[in-house]
């Protein structure tokens, strides 16, 4: 994954990371962090996610490129991405991405209506932790999420696992993702139906977070336009 490929993906991350922090959740919400694997990534490219409550850091990383980390701030409804090589950072607010996202989340909340969750009866332990297999399915695609209730909910990035209710500030979520979001459902793993891994949670550590990890750092400054990936430079 090249630095441009890094920064080309920032609106997706976006949509997936930031939509949910509005979203009441009535079970206790999980605090720590999450060490991420995606099919989509080179094997040695990584995903680090540091969730606190509304608060959500997520650390991209991949062999010979700097790093980009994206902050979601549910409290003050903003999103940081910090370029630590350049040490500046831009901000967008919600509505900003709201208003970009807007035909992302339409069709994500007209296939919500038809879909279903269904659990298989199977469960698996996915690091370190056992969680029940759930058929998800709508009009366009099939899927295997596996759930776990042992961690709490999770707050900012909650529409991330498994695709759970983006949309869901502005539309009514289906009663079963209302269940399993009430219940802190917690999604440890997405595969296809065949049984190949599309994304999965390898570490868990559940622990207090600084509040220090979710805001722009001393010495960065915001930038004035958003930075040029490298090859632009």
């Known amino acids: 994954m090249t630095r441009t490929d890094l920064y080309s993906a920032r609106p ?3 949509i997936a990371a930031g939509l949910l922090v509005a979203l009441p959740l009535q079970a206790q919400r999980f605090e720590g962090t999450l060490e991420v694997h995606s099919a989509s990534m080179p094997s040695r490219a990584g995903m680090q996610y540091y969730i606190k409550g509304d608060l959500m850091r997520l ?16 409290q003050a409804r903003k ?18 991405v709201m208003r970009s996202t807007d035909s992302v989340r339409k069709l994500s909340a007209s296939l919500l209506k038809g879909a279903s969750m269904i659990s298989s009866g199977k469960s698996a332990v ?11 399915r ?27 209710g983006q949309s869901m500030e ?18 440890l793993r997405l595969a ?11 570490r868990v550590e559940a622990k207090p977070l600084d509040r220090s990890l979710f805001a722009p750092p001393n010495g960065f400054a915001p930038a004035a336009e958003p930075p040029k990936p490298d090859s632009e430079r």
């Open 138 to 164: 709508d009009v366009s695609k099939v899927y295997d999420i596996c759930l776990t209730t042992e961690l709490g909910a999770l707050g900012g990035v909650g529409g991330l696992f498994g695709n759970i």
């Open 59 to 74: 650390e991209l990383s991949a062999p010979g490129q700097s790093p980009i980390v994206m902050i979601s701030d549910g």
């Open 170 to 187: 502005a539309e009514e979520p289906p009663t079963w993702a209302q269940k399993l979001l009430k219940d802190g459902s917690f999604a």
């Open 12 to 14: 997706l991350i976006a």
């Open 126 to 136: 996915i690091a370190g932790h056992k969680c029940t297999v759930y058929r998800y």
């Open 79 to 96: 999103q940081y991405v910090l370029f630590a090589d350049q040490k500046i950072y831009t901000t967008t607010s919600f509505a900003e």
């Open 192 to 202: 296809d139906t065949v049984g190949n891994t599309m994304w999965e949670v390898r």
